[in-house]
């Protein structure tokens, strides 16, 4: 079994039927959570019985690395793990150093977000994805399976081993990779909790941000759970007509029903929503769709986060210029919504959603 699908209370009952004391349970936590062990023999404060018993029924690794490629800036590393299943999925790390050496990110910009050393993880949350935006590597691939909460807590525990090698360590923690976490709720939660745990892993919840396509009733669930992590919302178009274009979704949960579940998050937990849009050419990135986002957007507690497009295989549209992009960022800042236009990361290493794994699945 893999350790990491255990939560606490279950490690501890599975030592017990092995007729283990119970303190042993916490010692293998903390081994693992807190000192970041990833094989049985680094245990050394375990019997070497036990330690022969954890090889033969755990497994500290869910997955085997196919392949991986580092960004030429040497600022982004994308991991494309094999399942035992033969399904890929795909985890990127993105280091956000010091501005000096950091030619992406302007010095405003770094010192706003106090992004200084940041090392963002980007991991997957399904292999594969039902929702079926057209412009999405992940979404042209169709779903395979939810991920469990282990495999998702695998992801974070691979960078987070990799990056103590180097005296770092991991900052923050963003659902954004293959597949909608709010269509695999209870796993992403499971294992937001896991690394939630403040005898363990010990990430804050304020540290994490899912983002999801906007399912309504778990917009809402969520909000209900009062977590304090962070929400975005992939919305890419100001009407229904245009969403449903480039979005399936849409037809379930049009724009109103989402806005108004994010309203209603916003209300139970006094935390500002993202928007993020991905700007493709001509198709929503005109000073009109501008003037009509803000429309929908204005007097609530949001920010619009918009990339330039990542172009697919799939999909034929391409990304928005820099201008273009300034002087829709500046007409929705006028219109009083705020805007961050995001640089684009790692680019020459395919690190938009998905679209390793379906460059060899093709
Ligand atoms: N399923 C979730 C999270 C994974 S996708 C969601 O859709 O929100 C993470 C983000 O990448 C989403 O905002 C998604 O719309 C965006 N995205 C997907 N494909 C993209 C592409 N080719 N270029 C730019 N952004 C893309
Ligand atoms: Fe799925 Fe998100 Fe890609 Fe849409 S953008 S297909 S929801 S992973």
């Given at each position: 079994m893999l350790i990491y699908d255990l939560d606490l209370p279950a490690l501890a009952e599975l030592l017990k039927s092995?007729?283990?004391?119970?303190?042993?349970?916490?010692?293998?936590?903390?081994?693992?959570?807190?000192?970041?062990?990833?094989?049985?023999?680094?245990?050394?404060?375990?019997?070497?019985?036990?330690?022969?018993?954890?090889?033969?029924?755990?497994?500290?690794?869910?997955?085997?690395?196919?392949?991986?490629?580092?960004?030429?800036?040497?600022?982004?590393?994308?991991?494309?793990?094999?399942?035992?299943?033969?399904?890929?999925?795909?985890?990127?790390?993105?280091?956000?150093?010091?501005?000096?050496?950091?030619?992406?990110?302007?010095?405003?910009?770094?010192?706003?977000?106090?992004?200084?050393?940041?090392?963002?993880?980007?991991?997957?949350?399904q292999a594969g994805c039902a929702m079926g935006c057209v412009f999405c590597a992940t979404g042209q691939m169709g779903f395979k399976r939810n991920l469990s909460s282990g495999e998702i807590v695998a992801q974070v525990m691979y960078y987070a081993q990799m990056l103590k090698a180097a005296d770092e360590v991991v900052s923050n923690v963003v659902f954004m990779g293959m597949g909608e976490p709010f269509h695999n709720y209870e796993n992403v939660m499971a294992a937001i909790d896991r690394l939630n745990d403040p005898d363990g892993f010990k990430f804050g919840a304020r540290r994490f941000t899912i983002s999801t396509v906007g399912l309504v009733p778990q917009i809402r669930r969520f909000a209900d759970e009062g977590r304090q992590v962070n929400l975005a919302i992939s919305l890419h178009a100001a009407t229904d007509v245009e969403r449903l274009a480039i979005m399936p979704v849409n037809k379930k949960y049009n724009i109103e029903e989402v806005i108004e579940a994010c309203k209603y998050y916003v209300e139970k937990t006094h935390r500002r929503v993202t928007f993020e849009?991905?700007?493709?050419?001509?198709?929503?990135?005109?000073?009109?769709?501008?003037?009509?986002?803000?429309?929908?957007?204005?007097?609530?507690?949001?920010?619009?986060?918009?990339?330039?497009?990542?172009?697919?295989?799939?999909?034929?549209?391409?990304?928005?210029?820099?201008?273009?992009?300034?002087?829709?960022?500046?007409?929705?800042?006028?219109?009083?919504?705020?805007?961050?236009i995001?640089?684009?990361?790692?680019?020459?290493?395919?690190?938009?959603?998905?679209?390793?794994?379906?460059?060899?699945?093709?």
């Open positions: 092995w007729d283990e004391p119970a303190y042993r349970a916490k010692q293998i936590w903390q081994g693992l959570y807190q000192h970041l062990y990833n094989s049985p023999d680094q245990f050394t404060n375990l019997s070497k019985p036990l330690r022969e018993r954890m090889t033969a029924e755990f497994n500290f690794s869910p997955f085997k690395i196919k392949t991986y490629l580092d960004s030429s800036d040497g600022f982004t590393r994308k991991t494309l793990f094999e399942l035992p299943d033969g399904n890929l999925i795909e985890a990127v790390l993105m280091r956000y150093g010091d501005p000096a050496d950091d030619p992406q990110m302007s010095t405003s910009e770094t010192n706003r977000r106090g992004a200084k050393n940041r090392r963002t993880l980007c991991i997957s949350t849009w991905a700007l493709i050419n001509g198709v929503n990135d005109s000073p009109e769709v501008a003037r009509q986002l803000a429309a929908r957007l204005k007097g609530m507690l949001c920010h619009v986060n918009a990339i330039p497009l990542n172009p697919t295989n799939g999909y034929s549209g391409a990304a928005t210029d820099r201008q273009r992009a300034a002087i829709f960022k500046e007409m929705l800042e006028q219109a009083g919504v705020g805007c961050t995001r640089m684009r990361r790692g680019v020459d290493i395919q690190a938009g959603c998905g679209q390793l794994a379906g460059s060899l699945l093709l």
